[in-house]
């Protein structure tokens, strides 16, 4: 083969799925169970859906993160980022992914709050390593992030958008969870742990919107990459639900910031 045929051969269109991979798959997939199952706790025993303490934090934890670490799993597979790196992360990820799910659900069989409850030294320490999970998220996630904007992603057309755009919105909704975490230990450490529930909901429906563009978006770019359509195509429809995940964003802060 001559140096130039061999130079327009293409990478890999991802990397191929190791042991670390398999593991974040069935790990998000017992973890998404354990969110169902709850959801079928709640319809038998019933009790509030908002507040701090709902079968709702269990349910949706544990869906939402076990989605989540089954889409990272899947489109850090397209990033360009050393194999033994990334397995690391998604080791470090799984394992705090079962670390947050696991304290909001035994908080939940206890009928107490998760989140900034420090009203006995358990509940501290359930809060508290929430807390510092919810830190290791946002370095896992950045190390992912930097990785995808410092070297453009594989896959087909469409995919490397989708990835940073996924990824940037990603950690719109980290900052925001940070946000609330700091608000309402503060508020907490004042003495007022009623505010610390109340004070932060301005920011869940951002949070919660931002968190799975990682998901939604190249989960389209690789949905479109099985159609016909010609690449220039796949790149338009991928950029306008950029746009438009982007304008559900800033309407989902709206609304936390009118209704909150």
């Known amino acids: 083969m001559s140096a130039t045929a061999a130079a327009v051969v293409p990478p890999p269109a991802r990397l191929p799925a190791r042991g670390a991979e398999r593991a974040a798959y069935a790990v ?7 969110g169902l199952f709850h959801l079928g706790v709640f319809a038998v025993d019933g009790g509030p859906w908002d507040g701090p303490v709902s079968w709702r934090k269990p349910f949706t934890f544990g869906v939402s993160f076990g989605l989540t670490l089954i889409a990272l799993a899947r489109v850090t597979s397209y990033v360009r980022i050393g194999e033994r790196t990334r397995s690391t992360l998604l080791a470090l990820f799984a394992a705090d992914c079962v ?3 696991a304290g909001i659900t035994v908080q939940a069989w206890r009928h107490v709050p998760s989140h900034f409850n420090m ?16 830190a290791l998220l946002v370095v896992v996630l950045t190390a992912f992030a930097v990785a995808a904007f410092r ?20 950690l719109v909704g980290l900052l925001s ?18 505010a610390a529930y109340h004070s932060t909901g301005a920011l869940k429906p951002l949070h919660a919107v931002s968190l799975h563009a ?5 989960a389209l770019a690789w949905l479109l990459a099985r159609t016909p359509w010609s690449e220039s195509v796949r790149r338009r429809i991928v950029l306008a639900a ?13 609304w936390g910031l009118a209704t909150a």
């Open 28 to 34: 998000g997939a017992a973890l998404i169970v354990s």
């Open 99 to 101: 670390l947050e799910v």
């Open 119 to 134: 009203e006995t030294p358990v509940n501290s320490a359930v809060a508290m390593s929430l807390a510092v999970g919810g």
């Open 151 to 170: 070297a453009r992603p594989a896959g087909p057309a469409g995919m490397p958008l989708a990835l940073r755009a996924g990824f940037a919105l990603l």
């Open 177 to 194: 969870g940070a946000a609330m975490i700091a608000r309402g230990v503060v508020d907490t450490r004042t003495g007022d742990q009623q």
């Open 214 to 218: 990682v998901l939604v978006l190249p």
């Open 242 to 254: 950029v746009w438009a995940y982007a304008a559900a964003a800033v309407g989902a802060l709206g």
